[in-house]
Each structure stands twice: as C-alpha cells, then as structure tokens.
C-alpha cells in the first residue's frame, strides 16, 4: 500500500481499469520514466500512468468531473436555503404559532437525519462503505452527469475510479461535507425568513399542551435552553417565564423573548452543530485526500512489476543490470485448426484438472503433466493429433516457482500443436495465506511466459477475477473460431 494525492490515485486507478478491459496500453517510454523517477512499485505505479499517452484526457475528465462535484455542492446549499425558508414560512402561516411545535418541525427532521448520519459513519468505519445518508443518491447523479461532462475514451473508467474514490475516506468526507453543507444552508434559510418575519409581522407566539402536565413542558424548555444559553444566544429560561408563555395566559411583552428563544433554538441546535461538522468533513476530506492508499495487490498493478521493479533480493543489492530476456514471438493460429487443449502442472488442488477451470469454455484435457512420464505422454499424445489445436492452455500453480523444464516442456507442448500458448496461473490466493512473496512469484512466471511466447493470465479459482476470466475467454473464443 502506498499514499498519493487524490488526483494522481484516481489517475492510476482509471488506468489500471482501461487496462483490465481493453488491454495495456503502449508504455515502453512510460516504463523508463516510471522506473528512473518513480521511488517504490506504488510510487512507479503512479509515475507509469502520468507518463502514458491517455493521461492528460483523463486528467481532463478527473477535472471535469470534481468540478461536477463542486457544482454539486453548490447545488445543494441554494437547495438547502429555498427548503429552509420555505419551511419556516410554513410554520408561520398564521398569526398565531405555537413555539413547540415550531421548533419540532424546524429541528426534529434534521436532528433525525444527523442521528442517522452518526450511524451510517461508524458503520462505515468497520464496513468501509460510503458514511454519507446522501451518498448513494449523489453517486447515481454523478453516474448520470459523467457520460455529459466527460470527453475522453476512457469516461466509463473514470466514473468506476470515481466510484471506488466515493467509498474510501475520501470519499465519505467529501460526500458528509455535501450533506452538512445542504442542512447548514436549511438552518440559515429557515433563521433568515423567520428573522424578516418577525421583524416586520407580528405573531402571537405561545405553547399549549393536552397530554403534559404545565411542569412537563416546562422541564423540556429548561433542557432544550441548556445549549443555546451556554453558547450565550439566550438568557437563563427561568420557571415563571416558561409558564408565562402558556396559550391563554402569555402577555404581548413576551412575543420578541418568544420569538428570540425560537431563533436562538435554530443557532444552537441546526447552525452550530452543522458548521462544526461541515468544516471537520472539509478538513478530514482535504487531509484523506492527500494520504489516498494504493493498492498495489490488485491484479493490474501485479502485472506491472515485473516490468517496474527489474531487481529483487540479491540482484537489487548488488545493482547489477538484469540479463536480457529472450522474447519469443507469439504462435499463431492455423486455419485448420481445431479444438483447445488443456493440460494442469502441479496444481496442489486435489481436482487438480485443467477442465472446468474456464466457463464457458470447453477443454480438451491432457490430464496432469506433473512428473517426465506424465509429460512426455502428454506431448507423444498431441503429436499424434490429425489436425493443429487452435491453443493450449497451461494451468499452473502459483505455489511452485516456474523453472526450466517446465518451461520446456510448455513450449514443447505449444510446437508439437502448432497452437498459441496459455498460461492460466491458479493458487494465488493459497500463496499469499502461505506468505508468499506473489509478487515476485508473478514476475517469474511472466518472464517464464515471454520467453515461451506465451500469454499469461492470473486467475485464482476460489477468488476468480472477471476481467481476467474475460480476457482469457475471449482469446480462446476468438482461437477457436
């Protein structure tokens, strides 16, 4: 794992999305950037996608779409004003109001839907889902907005970055401080149109009661006061004064404390708290964006360090220049050809067999190749084929480190028939429980796949990733037709 900035982590993760549907991009002269300036794989990672072709579109588009979200926020506090006023002046239709419950229809629905926020972060906090109550609202309009605003090619991976982004940190933040910034806007809106109000209007402000006792009433004043009288937006809310604003009893003196301790009630109990928690979410969003982690473990950065990181353990010590691999040219596909064998090589799976590894996808299984004899049928079976196979496909384990006669025997199997080889590498997840070094693991066996001539996919069967699945099911498909 490793920290970026925000934009440089959407960057990478859009990248790394365009390249697990369409394939990686052209990067020789972005490689040699990556490793001359790049600090670590996570940093190289980073310094790769800045230094590919695409990058400034979709630096253009990750423009475009935070200032969507900006304009969201925007949105949001003039929406909160026009609710604000529209629901005070609500409560104030007639002349005659009732303080309580004025005050409950002002704060109960905002107070209820900041109990609920509380709740949605700490559940987030141990889900890691998105905290905000309107998260999931502003994410589908972003969904909406993103196809209008964006121009570039790869729009369809900067909305998934997005999305990923909206449930991290980050994210929650940004979306609390949207949501925080809407009911802030509510609280001033209902105190500015019930301050113009009461300025120019005249109420007859009161409280009444069928089910509670006068005393009742009067210790929930007392406690509802605490806060705004410890903020100094009211004086002390004595017994007599409570009592004194009883309906049928209040004298007209008392209408502007009144209508003091209903505005002083919206300052405390909607605008403190909100502006409080508006510019906490800002800072901890600003901070989150600064601190973004990478995932180096996902499959498409895997792929990626062998080419990133060219020296481990003993070679990296010594700083000396890795040996030049020698690449082989990939087979091709006859037009006579017919039929995709599948042969399995060490796999620790007690199904250890390469059929039914692919959905979808029908194999001809040579069975294991695990010892010489194993492998030498596997190969004199094949030679005695009438026609060349359109691929084969090798399913090897993660678990056991590739060495030469594996890949002899692999080559081997692809001349014999006349057919492109695939590489389709199991029990990664196994590797990793083990503690395993996977990474390295995977350069071996990617380097083991180009000097073979061969394409490789990464799939492990208890956590099979799709986009790998995809891609290996439309280069078989594409084979054998």
């Not at 933040?173 to 113009?196: M, P, Q």
């Not at 498409?300 to 690449?327: F, H, I, M, N, S």
Request: net charge positive; hydrophobic share 50%.
């Amino acid at each position: 794992m490793s920290r970026l900035v925000i934009n440089d982590w959407l960057l990478t993760e859009c990248i790394r999305h365009a390249e697990e549907r369409t394939g990686r991009l052209p990067d020789t002269a972005a490689l040699a950037i990556a490793r001359d300036r790049g600090t670590g794989l996570p940093g190289r990672i980073c310094t790769r996608a800045s230094a590919l072709e695409a990058a400034p579109a979709v630096r253009a588009d990750i423009a475009r779409l935070r200032g969507a979200l900006a304009w969201l926020g925007s949105a949001a506090g003039l929406l909160g004003l026009l609710v604000g006023g529209l629901a005070a002046r609500a409560v104030i239709a007639d002349r005659q109001v009732d303080i309580l419950l004025a005050a409950a229809a002002l704060l109960l629905v905002p107070t209820l839907v900041l109990l609920a926020w509380i709740g949605a972060m700490l559940l987030a906090a141990f889900r890691g889902g998105s905290g905000s109550l309107g998260g999931g609202v502003i994410l589908a309009g972003m969904r909406w907005l993103g196809p209008r605003l964006l121009a570039s090619r790869y729009a369809a991976d900067v909305m998934t970055a997005f999305g990923q982004a909206a449930m991290t940190v980050w994210g929650r933040w940004r979306l609390s401080a949207i949501a925080h910034g809407f009911w802030l806007a509510y609280a001033l809106g209902a105190l500015a149109t019930l301050l113009v109000y009461f300025s120019f209007v005249q109420y007859e402000l009161s409280w009444g009661t069928t089910l509670l006792s006068d005393q009742t009433v009067v210790g929930l004043v007392k406690h509802l006061a605490v806060w705004p009288e410890w903020l100094g937006f009211m004086p002390p809310a004595s017994e007599d004064w409570i009592i004194a604003g009883r309906e049928g009893v209040a004298k007209a003196p008392a209408r502007a404390d009144w209508a003091h301790f209903l505005l002083a009630m919206i300052a405390a109990w909607a605008i403190v708290p909100r502006a409080l928690l508006l510019a906490l979410s800002a800072g901890l969003s600003i901070l989150a964006g600064r601190r973004m982690r990478l995932d180096t473990t996902q499959p498409g950065y895997l792929r990626l360090a062998a080419d990133l990181v060219p020296a481990t353990g003993r070679r990296e010590q010594t700083d000396r220049p890795l040996p030049p691999v020698a690449r082989r040219h990939r087979r091709r596909t006859r037009p006579d050809a017919r039929g995709i064998l599948g042969v399995a090589i060490e796999l620790e799976d007690p199904d250890g067999r390469s059929a039914g590894r692919i959905p979808g996808i029908e194999l001809i299984d040579l069975g294991r190749a695990d010892h010489r004899a194993a492998r030498q049928a596997a190969l004199e079976t094949v030679r005695e084929l009438r026609r060349p196979a359109a691929a084969v496909l090798g399913v090897c384990s993660m678990l056991r480190t590739p060495d030469a006669g594996t890949e002899r025997f692999l080559s081997g199997l692809a001349d014999a028939a006349s057919a492109p080889l695939w590489l389709l590498l199991d029990e990664g997840g196994m590797l990793e429980a083990r503690g395993g070094d996977i990474a390295q693991r995977r350069a071996d066996w990617q380097a083991l796949a180009e000097r073979a001539g061969a394409q490789i996919v990464f799939v492990d069967r208890d956590r099979p990733d799709a986009a790998e699945l995809a891609r290996l099911h439309r280069g078989l498909v594409l084979q054998e037709t």
